[in-house]
């Protein structure tokens, strides 16, 4: 799986868009990204995944530039229980394989 | 429809004894997953099992760790002879498999040893 660099820490005000960038020049052309968060102590949850084209869903939007090595994930309007640690992931699609996690990025959203 | 429940919440075992940590999949689910999270460190991959059968153990550590998920019943993580360096949080995951993108995560089972 390709690594992945991410800010360690971040904030972002309440109500305020949160932009959370993710590098990932080694990217192969099979290998998705997918992101998940941690908040606090619980489980981690999916938010999201893409391939090349961006993608939206409830919880939040995926940019994926032209040339796949780098990506943003938007929470558009970010609120307190967003405070959490967010993990970018890169790796092939669809198929029952484990999740690699880095570091991820501390975002804090202050009120 | 649940989703992947863990228990216990919490577990504390003296040095030496055994802890057992069960994950029930969510419905529908037959791939499971296990991730150990040490105090103010990421998360990390311990195992990958079907039904019956381990797929992928290569994040296990090589004694004390098994795990298994039979025909029937939870998927079961046991160690044994536990050492103070196993207190982790450990975290189960699971997802419908090879026609899935993501996996879901149980809540987690926090053990301490003292």
């Known amino acids: 799986d390709a690594k992945t660099t991410q800010p360690p820490s971040m904030d972002c005000a309440e109500g305020r868009a949160a932009n959370l960038p993710c590098n990932h020049s080694?990217?192969?052309?099979?290998?998705?990204v997918y992101w998940y968060r941690q908040i606090h102590s619980q489980g981690p949850q999916y938010i999201i995944h893409g391939l090349k084209n961006n993608e939206t869903n409830e919880m939040a939007s995926l940019i994926i530039t032209e040339d796949r090595k780098s990506s943003t994930l938007i929470l558009p309007h970010a609120t307190l229980r967003d405070t959490a640690v967010y993990y970018c992931?890169?790796?092939?699609?669809?198929?029952?394989?484990?999740?690699?996690f880095g570091q991820g990025t501390r975002l804090t959203i202050n009120p | 429809n649940a989703g992947v429940m863990q228990n216990p919440r919490h577990l504390v075992r003296r040095r030496g004894q055994e802890a057992r940590l069960r994950c029930s999949p969510m419905?529908?689910?037959?791939?499971v997953y296990w991730y150990r999270q040490l105090p103010e460190e990421g998360l990390k991959f311990m195992v990958y099992l079907q039904k019956e059968n381990i797929i992928d153990e290569s994040g296990m550590p090589k004694e004390r760790f098994s795990a298994e998920f039979p025909k029937e019943g939870p998927s079961i993580l046991r160690i044994q002879q536990v050492v103070r360096g196993d207190s982790a949080a450990y975290f189960c995951?699971?997802?419908?498999?090879?026609?899935?993108?993501?996996?879901?995560f149980g809540p987690g089972t926090r053990l301490t040893v003292t």
């Open positions: 080694t990217i192969s052309g099979n290998e998705y």
């Open positions: 419905k529908g689910h037959s791939h």
């Open positions: 995951a699971s997802s419908q498999g090879i026609t899935s993108y993501e996996q879901y």
């Open positions: 992931i890169v790796r092939v699609g669809r198929g029952a394989q484990k999740l690699v």
